[in-house]
């Protein structure tokens, strides 16, 4: 004899083929793995640059002298922009991703079924997301991703 | 012993007193809630000289001049011993007239035990060998009256991790970055006295998850909707996933959903059953999995079968708990050969000789 002892889970299926997928997973407020969400077709990819000081040498003869100023150092940040036009019950899921506190970003998406999972923590940028009217069925989402910031020289 | 648990950090749900759930939000407080009561008062009366006499039930180290907390038979109150304290018979400045009466209440001695706490010691559990060691103390300081909260979700709170370790190559596995046991031993501690620490039971043995609950929610911070019963609990509604809303299964990505493979279903056959459905909502066939029942009393990572066919669109999942696993083995005196011990019920932990000794995992 055995009786159900959890709800009835639906899970959709999206076979879609997919351009340039990136996939992301998240943990929610419960303190699941949130199953992740596919961003698909195109993303922009940016990069913010911070400078973070800069010196002036002494030149003691201007003539062989190459430059006034220098920098001490720089901080870049890679950016992911994705964007998706999705139902509004997956809205309702997506939105966890944005307050959640450790989200992952998987980096071998073709191989890591054999090698295993590689993933990399990415942090939505934070601020006031509008998300949906509730009038809406489908809705377009845009999410800025920052990636691990790179490591620089510094001088 | 002489300070007790009064409230567990545990609820009854869908109000059924045989499904209590043990598990809590690890970043929401985690309360036990205790009390002292160092002499319980066995009758009362009076001393002959309108003076309110008590008898206790053990010997007290309550002196002539101290202030007692007396809370009996509606007197409350802190009150001066006066005159003969000896053994375990107390007479207080407090003029009583009454007659006799069996005792009801308590006498905490508050002069003689200057500085008085309940040291709480929060202990993990190390899985890969099955022992407590100790995360921690708690030092609570009960009022007048003996009760204290000792809330040790701070300590549990370095337990839970933010890394998917799950590699996606069996059907279930616990993680125990999301959560896992815990239990606490505790003791009173006073100027020139150390108690020792009460055993550890499973009675005190709860469970934790890397989760916050909102206000107003079910249960509270008790993940009590979270947690599966076992199968003669029919109730509704019935326990749900870590995951919110209708997930979408990416094939060629990795997918899991993460439940609760609670204490209440340990030790009984849990299965897994997909019934999948094309796009007008027709049933293609339900298939049913058997789960790994050894990775229980922690939030499990589960994975679907995959491998669906194109004219699937949705699979709805459940889990579903049978017969306990431990149920073949009933004949008196026989052991099947290579029959190891199977887990059956809840794996309780095993206290090691010197808990101070052991290493965190």
Redesign the interface.
């Known amino acids: 004899m055995s009786n159900r002892c959890t709800e009835i889970k639906t899970v959709k299926i999206n076979a879609d083929c997919v351009n340039n997928p990136v996939f992301i997973r998240w943990i929610n407020s419960v303190g699941g793995w949130e199953p992740g969400w596919v961003f698909s077709r195109t993303q922009t990819i940016a990069v913010q640059v911070d400078e973070l000081g800069t010196f002036q040498p002494y030149n003691a003869d201007i003539e062989v002298a190459e430059s006034v100023i220098e920098v001490l150092a720089k901080d870049a940040t890679p950016q992911m922009i994705v964007g998706a036009f999705v139902d509004i019950e997956d809205i309702e899921r997506i939105k966890g991703m944005l307050y959640s506190p450790s989200v992952k970003m998987l980096m071998n998406n073709d191989t890591w079924m054999t090698e295993g999972c590689k993933w990399q923590t990415i942090i939505p940028q934070p601020g006031a997301f509008k998300l949906y009217d509730t009038i809406e069925t489908k809705t377009q989402i845009e999410i800025i991703f920052d990636m691990p910031k790179l490591y620089l020289q510094q001088q | 012993m002489s300070v007790s648990i009064i409230s567990y950090p545990k609820k009854i749900v869908n109000s059924d007193s045989a499904q209590v759930s043990k598990w809590s939000?690890?970043h929401q407080p985690i309360v036990f809630q205790m009390a002292r009561r160092d002499y319980i008062v066995h009758h009362i009366s009076n001393n002959g000289s309108g003076n309110l006499k008590l008898d206790l039930t053990a010997s007290s180290d309550i002196a002539v001049g101290d202030i007692v907390y007396v809370n009996t038979n509606g007197i409350v109150g802190n009150l001066q011993a006066i005159t003969g304290t000896t053994g375990s018979v107390v007479i207080l400045g407090y003029g009583y007239t009454g007659a006799g009466a069996i005792g009801t209440g308590y006498v905490n001695s508050l002069t003689t035990r200057k500085n008085y706490y309940v040291e709480t010691a929060v202990l993990g559990i190390n899985t890969l060998t099955n022992t407590y060691y100790q995360l921690g103390t708690l030092i609570s300081k009960p009022t007048s009256e003996g009760n204290c909260n000792v809330d040790c979700h701070e300590h549990l709170k370095s337990l839970?991790g933010?890394?998917?370790q799950?590699?996606?190559d069996v059907i279930n596995k616990r993680?125990i970055n999301?959560?896992k046991g815990f239990n606490i031993q505790y003791r009173e501690v006073w100027r020139g006295h150390t108690g020792s620490y009460s055993t550890i039971t499973t009675a005190t043995l709860f469970y934790y998850?890397?989760?916050?609950?909102?206000i107003q929610n079910i249960y509270g911070s008790n993940?009590g909707d979270?947690v599966?019963?076992?199968?003669?609990?029919?109730t509704e509604?019935?326990?749900?996933?870590?995951?919110?809303?209708?997930?979408?299964?990416?094939?060629?990505?990795?997918?899991?959903?993460?439940?609760i493979f609670s204490d209440a279903?340990a030790g009984l056959?849990?299965?897994k059953?997909e019934k999948s459905y094309d796009v007008n909502r027709t049933s293609l066939g339900e298939n049913a999995y058997a789960l790994d029942s050894t990775q229980t009393q922690a939030?499990n990572?589960m994975m679907?079968q995959e491998g669906?066919a194109?004219s699937?669109?949705?699979?709805?999942?459940?889990?579903?708990?049978?017969?306990s696993i431990c149920a073949g083995y009933t004949v008196d005196d026989y052991v099947a050969a290579g029959y190891t011990t199977l887990d059956c019920g809840i794996v309780t932990p095993v206290v090691p000789i010197d808990l101070g000794d052991t290493e965190r995992p």
């Open positions: 939000a690890v839970v933010y890394k998917d799950f590699a996606y993680d999301l959560g998850t890397n989760g916050a609950k909102q993940m979270y599966p019963f076992s199968n003669t609990n029919t509604p019935k326990a749900k996933f870590l995951c919110n809303g209708r997930p979408t299964y990416f094939p060629g990505f990795p997918f899991d959903l993460t439940f279903i056959a849990i299965y059953h939030p990572r679907l669906y194109s699937v669109s949705t699979v709805d999942v459940w889990l579903e708990a049978g017969d």
